[in-house]
């Protein structure tokens, strides 16, 4: 039986060259997946994750989801947004991260989109809060769906294998030339296991180049084979025509020198990348992921480390959330934990 699939995107995502970025460094072959515009009212690389994570717990007659990351988590947004338009509760457990005007925003969209917001101090703090929160619910007979940080499960994971497949085809079809690599930012990695299963089952040599993005928890080259294999074996179990794939630890390919100083703290390289990414080709990225990979992405055209053609996966979304709201809440409409964060 195929899994369930709860429509929140809008696939395949086209690619395209990046023909000023090639005559500005003095490549030759460079591309831009972009999945930017992977969804309705929300893209970038979330939605893929989420429609087969709010399709079980519907399934499972969740009343809500439960999620948990940073303040200005790109994830909790995308979550609140699909359990608005799957008619379900969202909740979110945020962590303090380094404060900018895009995490400010972060926060008053969270609001506007109606989830329950709850701050908690350390990672400890988080789990505590979270399992607390969950045995509330189900004691008053509304039990909610623990959705992973950053959607990242097995079932979450399979769909970057099936984004995969997607790439392999529109290669297949003559949209680009096989990457000999493809550059994503790595947070809790399912984006980033997922397209290293995926490109595998459909035959191509395509190196995943993962840019270490946190210092929380960071995701290990283990943590991520073992990933990619439950998502096979998960999508097998459900009829999917994939091969018996195995990825070992060593197939996993994890850079770490764009990180910085941690997990949502800017680097000048990645300013630089932004800047060259907004004005060269139409392209907006964010401080705490897609600046930084999108950094290794030039750096790598610039030395020829990875090969000839390379393409850069734009996981953040293009999509202005602002467009699903009346309006965006005043910051003293937060609840009052959050208010610290404007002074």
Not at 12 to 23: I, S
Not at 123 to 144: F, K, N, Q
Not at 174 to 180: S, T
Request: glycine letters at 10%.
């Amino acid at each position: 039986m195929p899994l369930d699939r709860y429509p929140l995107t809008n696939l395949p995502t086209p690619v395209r060259r990046l023909d000023a970025l090639e005559r500005e460094i003095g490549a030759s072959s460079l591309w831009v997946k972009c999945d930017d515009r992977s969804g309705g009212p929300y893209g970038g690389n979330k939605p893929r994750k989420l429609e087969y994570l709010v399709a079980d717990a519907l399934r499972r007659g969740r009343s809500g989801l439960l999620t948990s990351g940073g303040i200005g988590t790109h994830h909790g947004l995308a979550t609140a947004i699909a359990a608005r338009q799957a008619g379900l509760r969202a909740a979110l457990v945020l962590l303090p991260q380094p404060i900018n005007d895009h995490v400010r925003e972060s926060l008053l969209l969270l609001h506007a989109y109606g989830a329950e917001m709850h701050l908690a101090e350390s990672i400890p703090a988080v789990v505590a809060r979270t399992g607390c929160l969950l045995s509330a619910a189900a004691l008053r007979g509304e039990p909610m769906a623990l959705i992973p940080t950053g959607g990242t499960s097995a079932l979450g994971t399979s769909a970057f294998v099936r984004a995969g497949l997607e790439l392999a085809a529109q290669v297949e079809a003559g949209m680009l030339p096989e990457p000999d690599a493809v550059f994503t930012a790595l947070g809790s990695g399912g984006t980033s296991a997922g397209l290293i299963a995926g490109l595998r089952a459909a035959g191509l040599r395509t190196r995943v180049v993962s840019i270490l993005v946190t210092h929380l928890l960071p995701p290990s080259r283990r943590r991520l084979s073992r990933l990619a294999n439950a998502a096979v074996r998960v999508m097998r179990r459900h009829g999917e025509a994939l091969p018996d794939l195995r990825i070992a630890a060593d197939e996993v390919e994890i850079e770490r020198s764009h990180l910085g100083g941690g997990y949502g703290v800017p680097t000048e390289s990645g300013e630089t990348a932004t800047r060259m990414a907004r004005e060269l080709e139409g392209i907006a990225l964010e401080p705490t992921y897609t600046a930084k990979a999108f950094a290794a992405f030039v750096a790598a055209a610039r030395s020829g480390r990875y090969g000839e053609h390379l393409l850069f996966w734009n996981t953040f979304s293009s999509i202005d959330p602002r467009n699903g709201i009346d309006r965006l809440p005043e910051p003293h409409e937060l609840p009052a934990p959050f208010h610290r964060f404007w002074k």
